[in-house]
């Protein structure tokens, strides 16, 4: 069985400030890692995605996450916060044999103070 | 081109009533998924269609709950007896394939009264 554990339900920033929301997984085999972004009243889009490889991966808006095997983590970070950042952020794992069936964290809601 | 829609956006009905949630994947998209979301908490898993077969149901929580997929596009989750924690947002997700990058709807938000 997997899990994702995201520290923090809320998070606030000021803009132009660094962003990192923090994501630690459990999985038995190895995982595919994922970083969505849900606005108000939208579907939950894809950041960024980890599969194998590279451990840095670059995603959209800026956010870069980085697979660390030996901290079971998966952070986000933004180097610069904008107002438009502001949403909820889930992390989510698959099993890399079964990648199919997205087990997601509870979410962290970034805030973006002026 | 189109994402993934899913109707009605909003469903308030009785405990004890029939409901039934549609979603149109985005199009050639062979795999679907049902996901819930209750207040607070991520997406859970339900169910994934891979073509017109439920390739795994072991998130659907109980056998009130049903989802078909006949022709292999539009899929329909089907609640009956609705009793109030099933009150939560329904999402849809398609890819490609069952190992490509999922994409979700704007959900459904059910809510029973």
């Known amino acids: 069985a997997q899990s994702v554990t995201q520290l923090g339900s809320h998070v606030s920033v000021s803009e132009g400030a660094l962003v990192l929301l923090r994501c630690n997984y459990s999985?038995?085999?190895?995982?595919?890692l994922f970083w969505y972004v849900q606005y108000p009243n939208q579907g939950l889009q894809l950041l960024l995605k980890?599969?194998?490889?590279?451990?840095l991966v670059k995603g959209i808006n800026g956010f870069e996450a980085e697979f660390k095997k030996s901290e079971t983590s998966f952070h986000l970070t933004k180097p610069s916060a904008h107002m438009s950042d502001a949403a909820e952020y889930f992390c989510?794992?698959?099993?890399?044999?079964?990648?199919?069936?997205?087990?997601f964290g509870k979410g962290t809601l970034l805030t973006v103070n002026p | 081109g189109a994402g993934v829609s899913q109707t009605p956006s909003n469903k308030v009905t009785e405990k004890g009533k029939y409901v039934e949630l549609r979603c149109d994947p985005i199009?050639?998209?062979?795999?679907l998924y049902w996901y819930r979301q209750s207040l607070g908490q991520g997406p859970e898993f339900l169910i994934y269609?891979?073509?017109?077969?439920?390739?795994?149901d072991s998130g659907l929580p109980n056998d009130r709950f049903f989802a078909v997929r006949p022709e292999g596009s539009v899929s329909t989750l089907k609640i009956q007896r609705t009793e109030r924690g099933d009150s939560a947002v329904y999402l849809c997700?398609?890819?490609?394939?069952?190992?490509?990058?999922?994409?979700f709807g704007p959900g459904t938000r059910l809510t029973v009264l």
């Open positions: 980890y599969t194998t490889g590279a451990t």
């Open positions: 999985s038995s085999v190895p995982p595919y």
């Open positions: 269609f891979q073509g017109t077969g439920a390739a795994d």
């Open positions: 989510a794992v698959t099993s890399g044999g079964s990648n199919y069936k997205l087990t």
């Open positions: 199009s050639g998209h062979t795999a």
């Open positions: 997700a398609s890819s490609l394939d069952g190992t490509d990058t999922q994409y």
